[in-house]
């Protein structure tokens, strides 16, 4: 199937994502491994391409928020370590030992099941446990982490492999929060070499820090948008060349002229002041192209910037194509992406939507078909 055979679709450069992810790896240097956070379908880029590609790039485990997310790793062969950095169940317990996932365990009760599992299977499961320096989401807190893990020492089937931690603002360029939960995460690591316990995976940065702050990367970062070759702060100018990986197209279904006083869409939000040629496309919210962007996004088309008139609707949209010559139904549109020297970013469209590039892109739904490109040629997803 050709590109263009879809009437709206994303195309995801697998070359982007390399790139990114080597160059994150050069940036953090040989000693240190990168994990890819591939949660949430790869924020909306897909699971699966994108998770090969940064394991073929440099990344040698992935992070992921759901055992579902791990179990269809697992059933598409991809083998390299994957840890769960969220909560899960106790009755998913036995999943995660069956695909060999990597979870976090924040209760002794949890550690228990999973240590019994573990047992059955005949196997010693590697676990990560999670300090809350100061993102008050999950974890345990600081001065709870050596009883906690001295109380570990009795499960024989499990092996404390991580310890990690999660900053709430690294992006920003006052670094000071981020460096007070630093140093809470040291002290602890402080006191645990003080009662004997040495963690071999030690790994605290997400986008923000690995770009910022290099003396958080100890032994393994956790880049996500920065993978996806988006910033984590859309006003800070990163230290690596990132690429945008995602864009997204649809198109024209029909232009027409509307006369003076007409209203356009839902809720007669837009009318029109003068002759207006509009054209309508296939893109809405049923698509995961957010209904806040009516009245203030944009799109390209022929290279030019069309703007959105009136609300977004479930499967399609209005924009005016003033001054845009020769519009014609079957044009393509470009609603994230370039076109004739024109841009328009997930960052765009984020302020316009009042929210943050990551939900742009993770909010794409499977309704949008995902066509992944490597050396300029298709490639399966
Ligand atoms: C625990 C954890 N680590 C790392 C990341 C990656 O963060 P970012 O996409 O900002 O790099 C996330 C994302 O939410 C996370 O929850």
Known sequence: MNVHDHLTYAVVDLDAIAHNVRALKAHVGPDVEVMAVVKANAYGHGLLPVARTALESGATRLAIARVSEGIALRRAGVEAPALLLGYTLQSETEAIVAHNLTPTVTTLEGAAVLDRQAERYGRTVPIHVKVDTGMGRFG???????????????????????????????????????LEQFDKYCRVLGELEAAGVSIPLRHVANSGAVLDLPQTHLDAVRPGI????????????????????????????RVRTLPPGS?????????????TPVALIAIGYGDGYPRLLSNRASV?????????????????TVV???????????????????????????EELARHAETINYEITTGLLPRIPRIYVRGGEVVPG
């Open 300 to 316: 390209l088309i022929r290279g030019r910037r069309a703007p959105i008139v009136g609300r977004v609707c479930m499967d399609h």
């Open 226 to 253: 920065a993978m996806y070759g988006l910033r984590p702060n859309p006003d800070v100018a990163p230290p690596v060349d990132l690429r945008p990986a995602l864009s997204l197209y649809t198109h024209v279904g």
């Open 320 to 346: 005016d194509v003033t001054g845009i010559d020769g519009v014609q139904q079957d044009d393509l549109v470009v609603l994230i992406g370039e076109q004739g020297g024109e841009r328009i970013t997930a």
């Open 263 to 275: 209203s356009v869409s839902y809720g007669r939000t837009f009318i029109t002041e003068r002759d």
């Open 140 to 178: 345990l807190f600081p001065e709870e982490v050596v009883p906690f893990v001295q109380e570990l020492g009795r499960f024989s089937h499990l092996r404390l492999e991580g310890l990690f931690t999660h900053f709430a603002v690294s992006e920003l360029p006052d670094k000071s929060y981020t």
